[in-house]
């Protein structure tokens, strides 16, 4: 059976910064047929749950690999060093898994592909990438937000 990187928050695990999971019924449809591994990059980056709501600053996940961004929470605390190691944490183990595709939670400055918050904390979207999904594109892993999230 194939297996697929899978934010944990999506399938009902509690780790999203407000304590609390983003289960997505529409999900069922997109891991039917394979092996879901459940990951949450900032939990495995050291953060607890629950935590400080973080946004990118300075531009988006490839930015912060760049060393060109940052990540930080809405106190002005740098979280970005937590960030980059649950990044590398998760491409690790969607390699040892196999995964060739990953589905993760949208707008997330971990997990967001294709938009993200903007770091003004005011619930605006620029285009980009969070810095996991970022990490794991450029190895090759496909990305793609969930749906119905």
């Not at 910064?17 to 900032?42: I, M, N, T, W, Y």
């Not at 060093?81 to 998760?90: I, K, L, N």
């Not at 993760?104 to 810095?131: I, K, N, Q, T």
């Given at each position: 059976m194939?297996?697929?990187?899978?934010?944990?928050?999506?399938?009902?695990?509690?780790?999203?910064?407000?304590?609390?999971?983003?289960?997505?019924?529409?999900?069922?449809?997109?891991?039917?047929g394979?092996?879901p591994?459940l990951?949450?990059?900032?939990?495995?980056?050291?953060?607890?749950?629950?935590?400080?709501?973080?946004?990118?600053?300075?531009?988006?996940?490839?930015?912060?690999?760049?060393?060109?961004?940052?990540?930080?929470?809405d106190?002005?605390?740098?979280?970005?060093?937590e960030?980059?190691?649950?990044?590398e944490?998760?491409?690790?183990?969607?390699?040892?898994a196999?995964?060739?595709?990953?589905?993760?939670?949208?707008?997330?400055?971990?997990?967001?592909?294709?938009?993200?918050?903007?770091?003004?904390?005011?619930?605006?979207?620029?285009?980009?990438d969070?810095?996991?999904?970022?990490?794991?594109?450029?190895?090759?892993?496909?990305?793609?937000?969930?749906p119905?999230?």
């Amino acid at each position: 059976m194939e297996a697929i990187l899978v934010s944990a928050c999506l399938r009902g695990v509690p780790c999203r910064f407000d304590g609390r999971d983003k289960a997505s019924p529409a999900l069922a449809e997109v891991l039917d047929g394979r092996r879901p591994v459940l990951f949450c990059p900032e939990t495995a980056g050291g953060l607890a749950t629950p935590r400080r709501p973080a946004e990118l600053v300075g531009g988006d996940g490839h930015d912060v690999l760049d060393g060109a961004a940052r990540v930080v929470d809405d106190h002005g605390q740098d979280v970005t060093a937590e960030f980059v190691a649950g990044a590398e944490r998760a491409l690790a183990a969607a390699r040892r898994a196999g995964c060739s595709e990953a589905v993760l939670m949208p707008r997330s400055p971990s997990c967001g592909r294709g938009a993200v918050y903007d770091g003004s904390f005011a619930g605006a979207l620029v285009p980009g990438d969070g810095v996991t999904a970022a990490l794991l594109e450029r190895n090759g892993i496909a990305v793609r937000p969930a749906p119905g999230v």
